[in-house]
């Protein structure tokens, strides 16, 4: 366990059951942290469909599960799409408990998933604008409170195994990740000087929602059942088994601590060996 006890974190897309959002959320929060739970709450459009998105109530579930369990939290309508919600998030941390230490980008759009040359500008601008774009916003804000502030801080970006290789079908998502580990670096750099870490996480396969509906989408896209598809996958990593959104919580929590505290511009594989650069 790690003390967070008196950090403030805000997480984004954290209103999703089974999500890496989620588990990031209630991990910091069991380690002391007070959160921000933040999502984008309602259905918008054909792109940000029911299916896909964190909901206002399942915002507040894993708010009150969460305060079930001993820790603090709120819930804050947040789509990363929007500059000034993404302010109104950071500023929601401040009203609530007072300061900001910690900000999770975690938003992320991996359904929209197509090949290049059927590609529409729609939903190459969809996925850039939440992934990358989102991203720029939560790190802007958030360092422009830590640094109000005077005490440093903590960026972490929830980028993918697809930061680091290309995957046929994927150039949205893959051009946003990729981005995305541009962005740590820079930021890192700028904000070094004001006691703010900022890394990323690069996981590989997690089995949550957007999980689920990738290895339903890729599976029947190389004609495999699904535990054909799953098994190939586990074949290549060499520590057998696909990620648990609990790898990625343990990672942000050991990124918010002490124990870090000399880490910074740096995007971290947790994918049990499978990305190893
Ligand atoms: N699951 C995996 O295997 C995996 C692997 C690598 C990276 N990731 C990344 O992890 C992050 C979380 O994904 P997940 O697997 O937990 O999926 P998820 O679908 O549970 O979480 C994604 C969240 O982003 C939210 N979101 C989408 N558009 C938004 C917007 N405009 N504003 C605010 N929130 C928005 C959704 O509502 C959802 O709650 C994503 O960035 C994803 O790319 C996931």
Redo the contacts with the bound molecule.
């Keep these: 366990m790690y003390d967070l006890k008196g950090k403030v974190a805000v997480v984004?897309?954290?209103?999703?059951h089974?999500?890496?959002?989620?588990a990031m959320a209630k991990r910091l929060a069991a380690e002391g942290a007070r959160v921000v739970v933040?999502?984008?709450g309602t259905a918008k459009g054909p792109q940000?469909a029911q299916q896909?998105?964190?909901t206002t109530s399942e915002m507040d579930e894993i708010v009150a599960e969460i305060k079930k369990a001993g820790g603090q939290a709120v819930a804050q309508v947040?789509?990363?799409?929007d500059e000034g919600q993404v302010a109104a998030a950071v500023q929601k941390a401040v009203s609530a408990f007072g300061r900001i230490d910690v900000m999770v980008n975690?938003?992320?759009?991996?359904y929209l998933m197509t090949d290049i040359l059927s590609l529409e500008q729609k939903d190459w601008d969809a996925v850039l604008n939440?992934?990358l774009r989102?991203c720029f916003f939560g790190a802007k804000h958030a360092a422009k409170q830590m640094i109000k502030q005077g005490s440093g801080g903590i960026i972490i970006n929830?980028?993918?195994?697809?930061a680091k290789r290309g995957f046929a079908g994927a150039a949205a998502?893959v051009s946003s990740?990729h981005g995305l580990v541009g962005l740590t670096r820079t930021a890192a750099l700028e904000f070094g000087k004001h006691k703010i870490r900022v890394n990323s996480i690069?996981?590989?396969?997690?089995?949550?929602?957007?999980?689920a509906w990738?290895n339903e989408h890729f599976s029947a896209a190389g004609g495999q059942s699904e535990e054909q598809y799953m098994a190939a996958m586990r074949s290549r990593i060499p520590l057998g088994r696909v990620?648990l959104?609990s790898d990625i919580a343990a990672t942000a929590a050991f990124l918010c601590s002490g124990e870090a505290e000399y880490i910074t511009g740096q995007n971290f594989d947790v994918s049990g060996g499978e990305e190893m650069h």
Excluded at 12 to 16: P, V
Excluded at 106 to 110: D, K, M, V
Excluded at 158 to 162: E, L, P, R, V, Y
């Design positions: 984004t897309g954290a209103g999703r089974r999500g890496l959002g989620e933040t999502d984008i940000f896909h998105i964190g947040c789509d990363v799409l975690n938003a992320g759009i991996g939440v992934n989102g929830i980028a993918s195994q697809a998502y990740k690069c996981p590989n396969h997690v089995t949550t929602g957007l999980g990738q990620g959104s």
